[in-house]
């Protein structure tokens, strides 16, 4: 069964309008959970680390004010993009790994449209 | 940063057929992981390889760190075996780094 769970799974927004996505381990606690995005036909690219009780990391040329990342928990994050344009559609996936064993696990993913 | 890039870009081949995909890597990697990401974007794990060789049914993967590269074989393709293939790798930490990926179409 799933491991990580993401949800939801699909969401359109209006332009403007902000929209969260949930990242859930679902039997481990993870202390750091990591933000992906994928644009159509290309290859996932590494947005954020999120860190359970602590600040985000974000990588080079994420803006930090337009995706918002939450760890409040040690079984969840979210993500939650603000201001949303149609350039912020794409798929947007999480990933985690449990401390014993190496293989890291990913959720679902999000497909986010913005009309 | 780490560059890793995947061989062929694209596939087709008839049902029953085998393939080999390639992912070169250009510095030395802690971890190594082959994923299959289906029609729904969902990213599925194949093996987790770092290094040498392990199999998983018709799926086989061998990886040799110190040339830099990985090999996915598929044996007696089929249909549901299309979808998008990548390697991933880091350093140590969780943070990956995904390959261009090889898109697979098999046609029945």
């Known amino acids: 069964g799933a491991v990580v769970s993401q949800h939801p799974s699909r969401v359109i927004c209006k332009s403007g309008t902000s929209v969260k996505i949930e990242c859930r381990s679902l039997?481990?606690?993870?202390?750091?959970m990591f933000w992906y995005r994928q644009f159509p036909k290309q290859s996932l690219m590494l947005m954020a680390t999120?860190?359970?009780?602590?600040?985000?990391?974000?990588e080079q040329g994420v803006e930090k004010d337009k995706f918002l990342i939450n760890h409040a928990s040690l079984t969840l994050s979210t993500l939650t993009v603000t201001s949303a344009h149609p350039e912020d559609s794409s798929f947007y996936i999480c990933?985690?790994?449990?401390?014993?064993?190496?293989?890291?696990?990913f959720g679902e993913g999000s497909w986010l449209t913005v009309v | 940063g780490i560059q890793v890039e995947q061989s062929p870009p694209d596939l087709i081949l008839q049902e029953g057929a085998n393939s080999t995909l390639r992912c070169n890597f250009s510095?030395?990697?802690?971890?190594l992981q082959w994923f299959h990401q289906n029609p729904w974007g969902q990213l599925i794990n194949l093996f987790y390889?770092?290094?040498g060789t392990k199999q998983n049914g018709r799926l086989s993967a061998t990886t040799v760190a110190t040339e830099r590269y990985s090999l996915l074989y598929i044996s007696s393709s089929q249909t549901t075996d299309s979808g998008v293939y990548f390697c991933?790798?880091?350093?140590?930490?969780?943070?990956?780094?995904f390959g261009t990926g090889t898109r697979l179409t098999i046609i029945p």
């Open positions: 390889i770092p290094s």
């Open positions: 510095d030395s990697v802690n971890n």
């Open positions: 999120s860190n359970e009780g602590s600040k985000a990391t974000y």
């Open positions: 990933s985690s790994r449990p401390s014993s064993g190496n293989t890291i696990y």
């Open positions: 039997d481990f606690q993870a202390t750091t």
């Open positions: 991933a790798v880091n350093f140590g930490n969780e943070k990956l780094t």
